[in-house]
Protein backbone atom coordinates (compact mmCIF):
# COMPACT_ATOMS: atom_id res chain seq x y z
CA UNK A 1 0.00 0.00 0.00
CA UNK A 2 1.15 3.31 -1.22
CA UNK A 3 1.78 6.50 1.17
CA UNK A 4 -0.96 8.16 -0.19
CA UNK A 5 -3.16 5.58 0.20
CA UNK A 6 -2.92 5.30 3.87
CA UNK A 7 -2.74 8.66 4.80
CA UNK A 8 -6.39 9.13 2.49
CA UNK A 9 -7.82 5.98 4.11
CA UNK A 10 -6.82 6.96 7.44
CA UNK A 11 -8.58 10.46 7.15
CA UNK A 12 -11.89 9.22 5.61
CA UNK A 13 -11.92 6.32 8.75
CA UNK A 14 -11.26 9.41 10.88
CA UNK A 15 -13.75 11.93 9.60
CA UNK A 16 -16.88 9.89 8.50
CA UNK A 17 -16.66 7.53 11.92
CA UNK A 18 -17.76 10.03 13.90
CA UNK A 19 -20.02 12.37 11.75
CA UNK A 20 -23.40 10.57 10.53
CA UNK A 21 -22.07 10.28 7.22
CA UNK A 22 -20.81 6.59 7.13
CA UNK A 23 -17.26 5.78 7.32
CA UNK A 24 -17.73 2.29 5.65
CA UNK A 25 -19.26 3.62 3.11
CA UNK A 26 -16.48 6.06 2.17
CA UNK A 27 -14.39 3.56 2.82
CA UNK A 28 -15.73 1.01 -0.11
CA UNK A 29 -15.82 4.14 -2.36
CA UNK A 30 -12.18 5.21 -1.88
CA UNK A 31 -11.66 1.37 -2.25
CA UNK A 32 -13.34 1.72 -5.80
CA UNK A 33 -11.63 4.05 -7.23
CA UNK A 34 -7.68 2.66 -6.03
CA UNK A 35 -8.99 -0.46 -7.50
CA UNK A 36 -9.59 -2.79 -4.61
CA UNK A 37 -5.97 -1.73 -3.37
CA UNK A 38 -6.74 -1.83 0.01
CA UNK A 39 -7.70 -5.17 1.96
CA UNK A 40 -10.65 -5.46 4.50
CA UNK A 41 -8.10 -6.12 7.47
CA UNK A 42 -6.48 -2.88 6.33
CA UNK A 43 -9.26 -1.17 6.97
CA UNK A 44 -10.19 -3.15 10.59
CA UNK A 45 -6.50 -2.21 11.82
CA UNK A 46 -6.95 1.55 11.28
CA UNK A 47 -10.14 1.58 13.34
CA UNK A 48 -7.75 1.42 16.43
CA UNK A 49 -6.92 4.90 15.55
CA UNK A 50 -10.34 6.23 15.94
CA UNK A 51 -11.02 3.92 18.92
CA UNK A 52 -7.60 5.64 20.48
CA UNK A 53 -9.58 9.15 19.91
CA UNK A 54 -12.89 7.95 20.99
CA UNK A 55 -11.30 7.33 24.46
CA UNK A 56 -9.12 10.07 24.59
CA UNK A 57 -11.69 12.83 23.95
CA UNK A 58 -14.15 10.99 26.82
CA UNK A 59 -11.25 10.24 28.96
CA UNK A 60 -13.18 12.21 31.76
CA UNK A 61 -16.47 10.43 31.02
CA UNK A 62 -15.10 7.19 30.88
CA UNK A 63 -13.07 7.79 33.75
CA UNK A 64 -16.44 9.33 35.67
CA UNK A 65 -18.79 6.00 34.67
CA UNK A 66 -15.87 3.05 36.36
CA UNK A 67 -16.10 4.90 39.32
CA UNK A 68 -19.52 5.22 39.53
CA UNK A 69 -19.63 1.52 38.81
CA UNK A 70 -16.95 0.32 41.58
CA UNK A 71 -16.59 2.88 44.00
CA UNK A 72 -20.49 4.42 44.40
CA UNK A 73 -22.10 1.43 42.92
CA UNK A 74 -24.33 3.26 40.16
CA UNK A 75 -24.48 0.75 37.37
CA UNK A 76 -27.53 2.26 35.03
CA UNK A 77 -25.04 3.99 32.38
CA UNK A 78 -23.01 0.71 31.98
CA UNK A 79 -25.73 -1.57 32.15
CA UNK A 80 -27.35 0.64 29.38
CA UNK A 81 -24.28 0.72 27.10
CA UNK A 82 -23.63 -3.34 27.50
CA UNK A 83 -27.51 -3.60 26.48
CA UNK A 84 -27.02 -1.51 23.07
CA UNK A 85 -23.76 -2.78 22.16
CA UNK A 86 -24.62 -6.76 22.52
CA UNK A 87 -26.96 -7.06 19.45
CA UNK A 88 -24.44 -5.46 16.93
CA UNK A 89 -21.47 -6.80 18.64
CA UNK A 90 -22.86 -10.50 18.73
CA UNK A 91 -24.09 -10.49 14.82
CA UNK A 92 -21.05 -8.87 13.87
CA UNK A 93 -19.04 -11.32 15.34
CA UNK A 94 -20.81 -14.50 14.01
CA UNK A 95 -21.62 -12.60 10.67
CA UNK A 96 -17.98 -11.52 9.98
CA UNK A 97 -16.42 -14.33 7.36
CA UNK A 98 -19.66 -13.53 5.88
CA UNK A 99 -19.64 -9.59 5.67
CA UNK A 100 -16.14 -10.04 4.22
CA UNK A 101 -16.85 -12.38 1.35
CA UNK A 102 -19.98 -10.93 0.36
CA UNK A 103 -20.35 -8.55 -2.58
CA UNK A 104 -23.30 -7.00 -1.10
CA UNK A 105 -21.42 -5.40 1.72
CA UNK A 106 -18.65 -4.00 -0.95
CA UNK A 107 -21.37 -2.49 -3.36
CA UNK A 108 -21.53 0.85 -4.30
CA UNK A 109 -24.89 0.35 -5.41
CA UNK A 110 -25.78 -0.34 -1.82
CA UNK A 111 -23.74 2.10 -0.33
CA UNK A 112 -25.82 4.98 -2.37
CA UNK A 113 -28.96 3.61 -1.48
CA UNK A 114 -28.21 3.36 2.29
CA UNK A 115 -26.59 7.03 2.05
CA UNK A 116 -29.94 7.98 0.08
CA UNK A 117 -32.33 6.00 2.99
CA UNK A 118 -30.40 7.04 5.67
CA UNK A 119 -29.97 10.89 4.46
CA UNK A 120 -33.95 11.33 4.57
CA UNK A 121 -34.13 9.76 7.68
CA UNK A 122 -31.57 12.56 9.17
CA UNK A 123 -33.36 15.69 7.32
CA UNK A 124 -36.84 14.72 8.72
CA UNK A 125 -35.89 13.36 12.18
CA UNK A 126 -36.91 16.13 14.07
CA UNK A 127 -39.85 16.02 12.71
CA UNK A 128 -40.76 12.06 13.74
CA UNK A 129 -42.95 11.13 16.89
CA UNK A 130 -40.32 10.36 19.89
CA UNK A 131 -40.48 8.99 23.40
CA UNK A 132 -40.86 11.15 26.69
CA UNK A 133 -37.31 13.12 27.04
CA UNK A 134 -34.76 11.69 28.97
CA UNK A 135 -31.63 13.90 29.36
CA UNK A 136 -28.79 11.34 29.29
CA UNK A 137 -27.93 8.02 28.67
CA UNK A 138 -27.99 6.80 32.12
CA UNK A 139 -31.73 8.05 32.29
CA UNK A 140 -32.72 5.44 28.77
CA UNK A 141 -34.81 2.48 29.98
CA UNK A 142 -32.95 -1.08 29.62
CA UNK A 143 -36.14 -1.76 27.07
CA UNK A 144 -34.66 1.95 25.03
CA UNK A 145 -31.34 0.56 25.32
CA UNK A 146 -31.91 -2.38 23.42
CA UNK A 147 -33.77 -0.88 20.84
CA UNK A 148 -30.97 1.31 20.27
CA UNK A 149 -28.77 -1.55 20.07
CA UNK A 150 -31.32 -3.53 17.68
CA UNK A 151 -31.20 -0.27 15.34
CA UNK A 152 -27.42 -0.31 15.30
CA UNK A 153 -27.10 -3.43 13.78
CA UNK A 154 -28.24 -2.15 10.91
CA UNK A 155 -24.72 -0.31 10.85
CA UNK A 156 -23.06 -3.38 9.21
CA UNK A 157 -25.02 -3.05 5.87
CA UNK A 158 -22.51 -0.03 4.16
CA UNK A 159 -23.28 3.53 3.69
CA UNK A 160 -25.53 3.70 7.18
CA UNK A 161 -23.23 4.81 9.48
CA UNK A 162 -22.90 3.22 13.21
CA UNK A 163 -22.93 6.92 14.88
CA UNK A 164 -25.86 8.27 12.18
CA UNK A 165 -27.97 5.34 13.24
CA UNK A 166 -27.33 5.15 16.85
CA UNK A 167 -27.72 8.77 16.75
CA UNK A 168 -31.43 8.50 15.10
CA UNK A 169 -32.76 5.50 17.30
CA UNK A 170 -30.82 8.34 20.49
CA UNK A 171 -33.29 10.55 19.20
CA UNK A 172 -36.46 8.49 18.88
CA UNK A 173 -35.78 7.40 22.26
CA UNK A 174 -35.67 10.96 23.65
CA UNK A 175 -32.42 12.21 23.92
CA UNK A 176 -31.05 15.25 22.71
CA UNK A 177 -29.03 15.73 19.40
CA UNK A 178 -25.64 16.10 21.76
CA UNK A 179 -26.46 13.46 24.02
CA UNK A 180 -27.98 10.95 21.66
CA UNK A 181 -24.13 11.62 20.02
CA UNK A 182 -22.45 11.09 23.44
CA UNK A 183 -24.15 8.13 24.34
CA UNK A 184 -23.30 6.47 20.75
CA UNK A 185 -19.74 7.30 20.90
CA UNK A 186 -19.63 5.27 24.34
CA UNK A 187 -21.92 2.45 23.48
CA UNK A 188 -18.87 2.37 19.66
CA UNK A 189 -16.16 2.15 22.69
CA UNK A 190 -16.34 -1.56 23.43
CA UNK A 191 -17.60 -2.51 19.56
CA UNK A 192 -14.31 -1.04 19.03
CA UNK A 193 -12.63 -2.48 21.52
CA UNK A 194 -14.22 -6.12 20.45
CA UNK A 195 -13.15 -5.92 16.55
CA UNK A 196 -9.89 -4.50 17.75
CA UNK A 197 -8.90 -7.76 20.18
CA UNK A 198 -10.41 -9.99 16.96
CA UNK A 199 -8.50 -8.26 14.61
CA UNK A 200 -4.95 -8.74 16.47
CA UNK A 201 -5.62 -12.44 17.69
CA UNK A 202 -6.54 -13.34 14.32
CA UNK A 203 -3.96 -11.89 12.33
CA UNK A 204 -0.80 -10.23 13.80
CA UNK A 205 1.53 -11.31 11.17
CA UNK A 206 -0.74 -8.43 8.75
CA UNK A 207 0.21 -5.86 10.77
CA UNK A 208 4.33 -6.64 10.93
CA UNK A 209 4.08 -6.82 7.19
CA UNK A 210 2.15 -3.94 6.87
CA UNK A 211 3.47 -2.02 10.06
CA UNK A 212 4.94 1.45 8.08
CA UNK A 213 1.55 1.67 6.49
CA UNK A 214 -0.86 0.83 9.40
CA UNK A 215 1.19 3.43 11.82
CA UNK A 216 0.41 6.23 9.14
CA UNK A 217 -3.25 5.09 8.84
CA UNK A 218 -3.82 5.01 12.06
CA UNK A 219 -2.06 8.22 13.17
CA UNK A 220 -4.16 10.21 10.18
CA UNK A 221 -7.47 8.27 11.75
CA UNK A 222 -6.64 9.45 15.32
CA UNK A 223 -6.33 13.05 14.55
CA UNK A 224 -8.83 13.47 12.39
CA UNK A 225 -11.16 11.45 14.36
CA UNK A 226 -10.19 13.81 17.11
CA UNK A 227 -11.27 16.64 15.21
CA UNK A 228 -14.37 15.00 13.34
CA UNK A 229 -15.61 13.97 17.66
CA UNK A 230 -15.10 17.48 19.30
CA UNK A 231 -17.07 19.19 15.82
CA UNK A 232 -19.91 16.93 16.18
CA UNK A 233 -20.53 17.79 19.66
CA UNK A 234 -19.87 21.22 19.41
CA UNK A 235 -22.14 20.83 16.53
CA UNK A 236 -25.19 19.53 17.95
CA UNK A 237 -25.30 21.06 20.95
CA UNK A 238 -26.85 24.03 18.68
CA UNK A 239 -28.02 22.96 15.31
CA UNK A 240 -30.05 19.63 14.17
CA UNK A 241 -28.60 16.67 12.28
CA UNK A 242 -30.44 17.63 8.82
CA UNK A 243 -26.94 19.00 7.17
CA UNK A 244 -25.46 15.58 7.00
CA UNK A 245 -28.52 14.37 5.59
CA UNK A 246 -28.04 16.74 2.71
CA UNK A 247 -24.96 15.72 2.34
CA UNK A 248 -25.81 11.76 2.27
CA UNK A 249 -28.33 12.64 -0.34
CA UNK A 250 -26.15 14.34 -2.73
CA UNK A 251 -23.37 11.73 -2.25
CA UNK A 252 -25.53 9.29 -3.51
CA UNK A 253 -26.72 11.23 -6.52
CA UNK A 254 -23.11 11.81 -7.53
CA UNK A 255 -22.64 8.45 -7.29
CA UNK A 256 -25.71 7.78 -9.01
CA UNK A 257 -24.52 9.25 -11.90
CA UNK A 258 -21.48 7.40 -11.94
CA UNK A 259 -22.87 4.41 -11.65
CA UNK A 260 -25.24 5.22 -14.92
CA UNK A 261 -21.97 6.60 -16.76
Known sequence: MSVFESIILGLIQGLTEFIPISSSGHLVIAQNFFAGASSHLFLEWINIGTMLALIYYFRKKIGSTVRELFVERKYALTRNIVLTAIPAGLIGYLAA????????????????????VVGVVLIVLEKLPR???????????????????????????????????????????GLNPKEAAEYSFLVSIPIMLGVTAKVILQDTSYFMDNFGALLLGNLFAFVSGLLAVGFLMKYLSKHSLAVFGWYRLGLATVLVGILLL
Not at 99 to 116: D, H, N, Q, R, Y
Not at 135 to 153: D, F, H, V, W, Y
Open 131 to 173: ASAVSNGEKLSPKRAILIGLMQTLALIPGTSRSGITIIAGRLS
Open 97 to 116: DFIEESTFFGSVVVVAVMLA
